[in-house]
């Protein structure tokens, strides 16, 4: 096994080293329109160690989550599946081949899994209906296709090794191995029809767009019913896309795969605190998530503006708040309290701690990358940001970051330091505190300033002043998109963000229908190949 999938990597190939890809769904066509071009190059692209495990949960009913553990961390910039850092290495190989090996064994011990992946009841090894059964059904859930004649015979005649073994399973988890380490398993494959008249853009088939679907909807693979979808031919068409993400933003596992966007986009997938605390922090951030794009359905804004959060006694004493008197959380109004949206969570201000206190230049740069969609350049390679800054000049911290107003660092701090500024009377996990961490004597005003926009004070007054600039819609589609492509975007891309912003503000900000607009969009059923691609 080892060998085929080292091998089949570099070729994208099937079940050999042939450099073929079959069995894929139907595509081509007459040419596409303009909008359908705007589109830019992507590649192959891995299953990230969250969404392998979701796999594993819904293919095996695993649900111990091994792929987080023992798969390479995926990069996140700030989402975990851009194609491009996904790098192949022999710890990867050797990672697939143990958890292949090591999901299949708890599959197959547990008799109740064991009937959920095998359909049928084998007469004896040889019963070569029933394993049949089980390869074109199990095979088509996990390769996400149906499979060809061909690799069914190649399949079932691993059932020899049954045979000899006279134990039917032992031929079930050799094809259960082999698949587990299949690249149709383990990458997004999107081979497509070439568009007439159009070299280096291919119109996606249907089981390879049910595949695209689910992964950026549930960050899973497809559903049986999916996939019958699929195979009916029911999602070339835009609005019959736009029907069956519905279908998939309704169910459970839409919603988790909304909070799960949001907890990478804004910073607090992984918080830097106890169990306790951060999941705490975390549930008050997905409990807003929830509300505002599902429960209210209403301006998508409202999740940066709220004036109630989900709190529990805990997390109310953390704050400082007066206790809802609950332990398990109620939604409850801010009053009088500065505390407005997202923002003010200590979830997402958790994003600038540094050297265990905040960092007014990393909390800028947070606002300017991620909610503007303006790229900060890196510090420059000779300033060692890793070397906490010596209080040689104050013990106020304003006063020691004055160091970067002149000289080569003035140009990038000046645009950034300020804004982290205005959310300083608040800590590295969001406590409220009117001075710096261990400094008294140092004042905090709490104001802040967006060059070229205005001033603010607080996360709320940043969040009304980021709504009024008008930019944050395109940041937000922006970063949707990202996050459903897996890749930044090119100038070719234009075209299709332009539109989808546009729909985004004239039809209420509503967030799900954001997403239903993005499959909808011509352009999603297509995909430009990479440059010198073959």
Same mark, same amino acid.
């Given at each position: ?247 998939? =933003? @309704?169910?459970?596992? %839409? ?9 990478? *986009?804004? $910073? !607090?997938?992984?918080? #830097? ?41 805990? =997390? @109310?004493?953390?704050? %400082? ?9 109620? *939604?409850? $109004? !801010?009053?009088?309290? #500065? ?196």
């Amino acid at each position: 096994m080892h060998r085929h999938f080292a091998c089949v990597l570099g070729a994208t190939a099937a079940l050999g080293c042939t450099g073929e890809i079959v069995g894929k769904g139907t595509g081509g066509g007459p040419a596409a329109t303009e909008e359908a071009l705007a589109v830019g190059p992507s590649g192959l692209r891995r299953l990230t160690r969250v969404e392998y495990d979701n796999a594993l949960r819904d293919l095996l009913g695993d649900a111990t989550r091994p792929g987080f553990a023992k798969l390479p961390e995926d990069v996140r910039d700030p989402f975990d599946n851009d194609y491009k850092t996904q790098l192949v290495s022999g710890a990867l190989v050797e990672s697939v081949e143990t958890l292949a090996d090591e999901t299949v064994a708890r599959t197959l011990a547990d008799p109740a899994r064991r009937a959920m992946v095998v359909p049928c009841t084998p007469k004896g090894p040889d019963d070569a209906a029933c394993m049949r059964t089980f390869i074109t059904q199990f095979g088509r859930k996990a390769l996400r296709r149906p499979l060809t004649d061909d690799e069914t015979a190649r399949y079932l005649a691993l059932q020899s090794f049954a045979v000899e073994d006279r134990n039917f399973f032992t031929g079930v988890s050799l094809v259960l191995r082999a698949m587990l380490q299949d690249p149709e398993f383990l990458y997004q494959v999107e081979i497509g029809q070439p568009v007439k008249g159009t070299p280096g853009v291919v119109r996606l088939g249907d089981y390879e767009l049910a595949s695209r679907l689910s992964f950026f909807l549930w960050g899973t693979t497809p559903s049986v019913a999916l996939l019958d979808t699929a195979g009916a031919g029911g999602l070339v068409d835009a609005e019959a896309r736009r029907a069956a993400a519905a279908t998939l =933003l @309704a169910d459970v596992r %839409g919603r988790q795969r909304v909070s799960w966007f949001h907890a990478l *986009w804004l $910073g !607090y997938q992984q918080l #830097p605190f106890s169990a306790d605390l951060a999941n705490g922090l975390r549930a008050e951030s997905d409990a807003l998530v929830q509300k505002i794009v599902f429960d209210a359905k209403g301006d998508y804004f409202d999740l940066f503006r709220a004036d109630q959060t989900f709190l529990t006694d805990t =997390l @109310a004493a953390h704050y %400082g708040l007066p206790s809802p008197r609950s332990t398990t959380g109620v *939604w409850t $109004g !801010y009053g009088s309290n #500065p505390r407005r949206g997202i923002l003010s969570h200590g979830a997402v201000l958790a994003v600038g701690a540094k050297f265990d206190d905040t960092s007014p230049t990393l909390r800028g740069v947070f606002v300017k990358n991620r909610l503007l969609c303006v790229e900060v350049p890196p510090a420059p390679p000779n300033v060692d940001t890793d070397q906490a800054p010596a209080p040689v000049m104050s013990r106020c911290k304003i006063e020691r970051y004055k160091a970067h107003a002149s000289g080569g660092c003035a140009p990038c701090h000046s645009q950034i330091d300020p804004v982290g500024f205005g959310l300083e009377n608040y800590d590295r996990a969001g406590k409220y505190r009117r001075t710096d961490k261990d400094a008294p004597e140092c004042a905090i005003s709490g104001d802040g300033d967006l060059a070229g926009i205005g001033k603010f004070n607080g996360p709320a007054g940043l969040a009304t002043m980021l709504i009024a600039t008008g930019e944050l819609e395109a940041c937000v589609a922006r970063q949707v998109y990202r996050f459903a492509t897996g890749r930044r975007e090119t100038d070719q891309d234009a075209p299709t963000l332009a539109r989808l912003t546009s729909t985004f503000k004239t039809k209420g900000r509503a967030f799900d229908q954001l997403l239903l607009d993005l499959v909808a969009s011509p352009s999603y059923g297509h995909r430009r190949l990479e440059a010198n691609a073959p």
